[in-house]
């Protein structure tokens, strides 16, 4: 995961790894919302930019 965010140009940060976790252990369609609120869970500073620039 984080080669792969590198690969992108992205910086492998905490909020952006969670995110990539949350995608590939959830078998439901990944939804943007979704993946907000229960990263921000984790991480309260993560806005919803992040997750649609991530995803």
């Known amino acids: 995961m984080i080669k792969a965010l590198r690969g992108k140009g992205y ?11 949350f995608v ?12 907000y609120n229960e990263v921000k869970k984790i991480y309260p ?7 649609y620039k991530t995803v």
């Open 11 to 21: 910086r492998a940060t905490p909020q952006r790894i969670a995110i990539g976790r």
């Open 24 to 35: 590939l252990h959830n078998h439901a369609h990944p939804m943007a919302q979704r993946i």
């Open 45 to 51: 500073t993560v806005s919803l930019a992040t997750i």
